[in-house]
């Protein structure tokens, strides 16, 4: 369901391409199912279709399975990464090696359904520069994964200022346009909900129910979920750092303020200064919110070192590209090699 519909302007009616960007992380399991779906909405489609899977170190034999398969009229490339650089990193390789017109981002794991592609690819051709998919309802999760993610979602709007849309991943189709301005965006600490997000362009939002995962089981856990978080929201603001400071200052007014009742107490009524336990707790409180406040500097300290080496977001290990014109005819263009020079936008 389209929930905001702008008045663009068409684009002209011709051939066009859609690159369909897959990160792939050991889902062999269900990398069979992802093709036999792709390949119907392939059908569907009126555009030169190329699929884009993006190895990001898998080592279970995603990468090569790929490799040897193909489908009818449409281009199947595959990207290896070297290692395991995370799911940003293969997103930001996708992007760089995408030729589309327009370009999707899909999970291999089914749960966004690549059935929508072609209402997305309609909203497109009317005009959208970007068509964010926002989940109404989240199927197979359990319920501390569905309300910590509720949570973060709004928590990250309101702290950002950039306007992060809630309930919404990575499943987006974005034009050539959107594509190559997010491509000029240069940080190594990259949480693509937010840059996307930063980027902006004319944009169309339409709901859908997440479905369970296909197959296979979710690379996520709990920690790494919450490393994600602290990395959008350290990203996209500097609230933390305020909230420390006003921390601080909350900490030493109550401070200041004890210390006087205590003076007041032992001056005027003559009560006997308990020191002990009082001074115990002080310093235990005091110290704690100092301990605090230095982790989430260092949090920005690392980021600004990590920033400061200028390292690429990845490196390519080799490329295969499949290119089948019919159903008898395919032709395989397969490279090997190391790319120690992969773009770092």
Excluded at 61 to 89: H, T
Excluded at 144 to 172: C, E, M, N
């Amino acid at each position: 369901m389209i929930v905001n519909h702008q008045r663009f302007n068409k684009r002209s009616h011709h051939q066009s391409m859609l690159s369909i960007i897959i990160p792939v992380f050991n889902e062999r399991e269900v990398l069979p199912l992802c093709l036999q779906r792709l390949t119907v909405i392939s059908k569907q489609l009126d555009a030169t279709i190329e699929l884009v899977f993006i190895d990001d170190g898998s080592c279970d034999g995603s990468a090569e399975y790929l490799s040897k398969q193909s489908i009818p009229g449409v281009s199947l490339r595959v990207i290896r990464l070297s290692r395991n650089f995370g799911k940003e990193a293969a997103l930001t390789a996708g992007l760089d090696y995408a030729k589309g017109d327009a370009v999707v981002i899909l999970d291999a794991d089914l749960q966004d359904p690549p059935e929508l592609i072609p209402e997305m690819l309609k909203q497109w051709n009317q005009g959208a520069d970007v068509v964010l998919m926002q989940r109404s309802s989240r199927a197979g999760e359990n319920w501390f994964k569905r309300s910590s993610a509720h949570l973060f979602y709004r928590l990250l709007l309101r702290l950002s200022r950039s306007q992060i849309p809630i309930d919404t991943g990575d499943f987006r189709l974005m034009s050539r346009r959107a594509v190559e301005a997010l491509k000029k965006l240069p940080e190594r600490n990259r949480f693509m909900k937010g840059l996307f997000a930063w980027v902006g362009m004319p944009t169309v939002v339409i709901k859908y129910d997440r479905e369970p995962r296909a197959a296979g089981t979710s690379k996520w856990d709990s920690l790494g979920l919450l490393q994600l978080a602290l990395e959008g929201i350290t990203s996209f603001s500097t609230s933390p750092l305020r909230w420390a400071m006003g921390v601080g200052l909350l900490a030493a007014l109550a401070g200041g303020t004890f210390g006087l009742w205590i003076a007041f107490k032992a001056a005027v009524l003559g009560d006997p200064v308990h020191g002990y336990p009082s001074l115990i707790s002080v310093i235990t409180f005091i110290g704690g919110i100092q301990l605090v406040a230095v982790g989430i500097v260092g949090e920005y300290v690392g980021k600004t070192y990590i920033e400061s080496k200028q390292r690429p977001h990845y490196l390519v290990q080799d490329e295969t590209e499949t290119e089948t014109e019919t159903d008898d005819v395919t032709q395989i263009n397969a490279r090997n090699h190391v790319d120690y020079h992969a773009q770092t936008l």
